[in-house]
């Protein structure tokens, strides 16, 4: 057994402990410290020590004749490096390599072993020799010093640290090479106590260098020795009890049949193994006490990770010897470690310890001690050492379920809906083995059965129950995809969920509730979806990836056994919930994923046909957004000329339009007559059937309708009488809308006449004025969607409507006027750029929640993103900006990176003229001080310091690049200087002009002038009689503001 080192055993966890090096720096000077134990100190008592090291071999004598190493000459007494040009190029075997070198050693092992050490010191990217010299008079600290000095300081590279092709399998060779020399070593010369005490001695050494190469590379090279010592001194003790058991078996037989030579025998083999073993672990201990315990903590985080990677190695390949708690304890302090990769070998050394369940009763203490910290980490910043701590909680959970409590088990849960996938489905595979995992005994007996009575059906209403509770019912796609990798079986099993809504519970069963069915309904939605698009939901992933061919295959069988499923099943579930808006939403939303040519190929057009009567019946029975528009798009996709079941669809589609829109021209002609004041159920009655075409329309061409005169005569007439019901008003302006962009798309996609151009630009025109009229509406959710429509009418028919080579469409061009411009910037200042208070109480004066106040933000970054968008393709003046970007310091944190976009956009577009708005912004926050405050301001007032700190953010807009940004700063400096002395004093020329003070903002951009351009500047200076601003002048009032401003040029 090997000796546990010297260090308490108590679990107190390590503080942030000092190490030997308290910086990165390769060299520093090492007088100062103690020198290490010479070559040879791990040798036993009454062993040879490194002094009697040269009587060895050739009697102390230097080698006769021509120095020879693995048939290479010496030549002036250097080695050739044969070793590490071998590793280097990583081409050889290993093993023969090995091999040469053996045979070199028991030639002569004073020259082996220099050729060895000048290979590790090689490795670590020094240039300097040891000689032969040097290693029979040396100390390995003199050695070490010696080679410092010869270090090369030019590069802080190392071949362990070394990018290129030449370098990249260097550290598996290097590895790989102190292992098979070990290995091949193992029956003779690592016993000869001279061979591996120098090597060790010699690692320890340089592990404890101040350069970092050396302590990189020794640290390396010392931890695959112990691993490789420790996988021999397993084969020495699985020896030893081979052995114990035949001396056993012999000595037990009778004294006839027993051989006492044999048992001689075995007893002098046990005896051998015994000191092999003692030999093995006093090298073990050398380099676990002179190494590891130092390095483990090393300031380095790469050597951090190399000792708790081979620790690891060590307790899973040798447990008997190392998996106690003197050693686990390293791993565990070491969990704290401020770097991931640290943290992340931590994880996985212990991962390969929890998966070997017969080694659970070892770590019993170290998991009862350090299991908070593993939860904790679930939450690591680093997300693949968060993965590592889910999984390694899993094998936790596999070993003991006692062991975690029901609070750790919620940590590693709520992870389940993370926005980063590994951490998701590693959470998804943690819950999958907690809750789905387990199958009672009594179930093996309806393994065989499906649905409701299927082995299944209460898995599926945990997975409910777990979502109810997880209290995140928008996310239940980001549940499904956590779970899809190892709980597919349960997830595509739509007939036991489908079994769960439509039969009626078992005796003694309890039935599923409302709330629970509308859960299970969208859970069985997301799968499908899962099923059938192969990729993460929404802000999962990077984007759609390239299926390969078992991928797509499952797809489609996928595919096929929901068609065949929810085509006879899915009538059924919308006559069951029909009055059920939120559960015929999801519902309807399956026939996306169908394959529709199986309700030809399987003969079931009559379950087509019911599908097509239950949503007439929903689009009859609901006026509910979504529902409507659920409907529409399920139309949508069973409309696929591709198919021969469009005829049957687009005939029931046909219908049912026409019966809308009858009904619609009968109502409105009712609700619109003269001289009668329409009632409630008039308005109820147009509404709810605008409600229904304006969602149909939304995806479907309507224009055969002729639905634009209806909706024009509806909303002039609210204009002209000012009391038309709000929601009727929005659902005619999207309406209309929705009219205007099918025809565009029909005359775009297909040959038009000139009449129809002028038909739409007419009825594009009379739209927008109409929608101008409503920008002034005393209801504030009409005005929003005025605005929203207006952005987007304006946008679609600007000049980029020509572009890609459409210029038959250049007389639908629209550019707004001067007024519609201003109107629209006056919306946006009086509805975008309130303070939070001004907008965060509901219809009865409370105050909203925290949700409610995101989503009103979400909406006014819509509406401000919308102008902006008019803004950067130059639908409106740049100068209408000048508004918007003198709020970007006020409305920093909610519109801030919208505002910067649109700088940097319009700085695309035209450098001169954004410089110029931006310059605009700044007057116009300087004119507001001016009225606010009057022209003796103060210039420590936090108004003025805030329109400074404006013009140093623009200032640093324009970046580095002066020769990108002359032109643009020049002009701009003229248009400030032009404003500064615009206004002159009333009281004469003797006195300065009343906006001097605003060089003092402009002072802000001065650093971003070219020195010929702050000439040219002064030049125009002397057009304002400031070139000279001594105190002598007549502007002696000036003379605080002018020297500052023109100091800051040079």
Sequence with gaps: MIAAPEIPTDFNLLQESETHFSSDTDFEDIEGKNPKQGKGKTCKKGKKGPAEKGKSGNGGKPPSGPNRMNGHHQQNGVENMMLFEVVKMGKSAMQSVVDDWIESYKHDRDIALLDLINFFIQCSGCKGVVTAEMFRHMQNSEIIRKMTEEFDEDSGDYPLTMAGPQWKKFKSSFCEFIGVLVRQCQYSIIYDEYMMDTVISLLTGLSDSQVRAFRHTSTLAAMKLMTALVNVALNLSINMDN?????????????????????????????????????IENMMNAIFKGVFVHRYRDAIAEIRAICIEEIGIWMKMYSDAFLNDSYLKYVGWTMHDKQGEVRLKCLTALQGLYYNKELNSKLELFTSRFKDRIVSMTLDKEYDVAVQAIKLLTLVLQSSEEVLTAEDCENVYHLVYSAHRPVAVAAGEFLYKKLFSRRDPEEDGVMKRRGRQGPNANLVKTLVFFFLESELHEHAAYLVDSMWDCATELLKDWECMNSLLLEEPLSGEEALTDRQESALIEIMLCTIRQAAECHPPVGRGTGKRVLTAKEKKTQ?????KITELFAVALPQLLAKYSVDAEKVTNLLQLPQYFDLEIYTTGRLEKHLDALLRQIRNIVEKHTDTDVLEACSKTYHALCNEEFTIFNRVDISRSQLIDELADKFNRLLEDFLQEGEEPDEDDAYQVLSTLKRITAFHNAHDLSKWDLFACNYKLLKTGIENGDMPEQIVIHALQCTHYVILWQLAKITESSSTKEDLLRLKKQMRVFCQICQHYLTNVNTTVKEQAFTILCDILMIFSHQIMTGGRDMLEPLVYTPDSSLQSELLSFILDHVFIEQDDDNNSADGQQEDEASKIEALHKRRNLLAAFCKLIVYTVVEMNTAADIFKQYMKYY??????????????????????????????????????????????????????????????????????????????????????????????????????????LDILSEFSSKLLRQDKRTVCLLGKVYDISDVTPTRRCVAATDVLPKFFASWW
């Design 243 to 279: 052995t114990q058991r035949q001396y056993e078996a012999e000595r037990n037989k009778m004294i006839g049949k027993r051989a006492n030579e044999r048992l001689e025998l075995l007893l002098q083999k046990r005896k051998e193994l015994q000191e092999n073993q003692d030999e």
């Design 893 to 998: 944190n909610d519109y801030g990176d919208i505002i910067k976009e649109t700088m940097s956009k319009t700085r695309q577009i035209d450098k001169i003229q954004c410089a110029k708005t931006l310059i605009l912004s700044l007057q116009q926050l300087f004119n507001e001080m001016i009225q606010e405050n009057g022209y003796n301001f103060d210039r420590s007032s936090t108004t003025f310091s805030g329109i400074k700190e404006l013009a140093r953010r623009f200032a640093l807009t324009f970046g580095l690049d002066q020769l990108k940004t002359r032109e643009a700063i020049a002009m701009l400096h003229k248009d400030g200087i032009e404003f500064a002395f615009k206004e002159p004093n009333p009281q004469g020329e003797s006195h300065p002009p009343l906006n001097l003070a605003f």
């Design 556 to 560: 489609l069988d996928d595919r096929t």
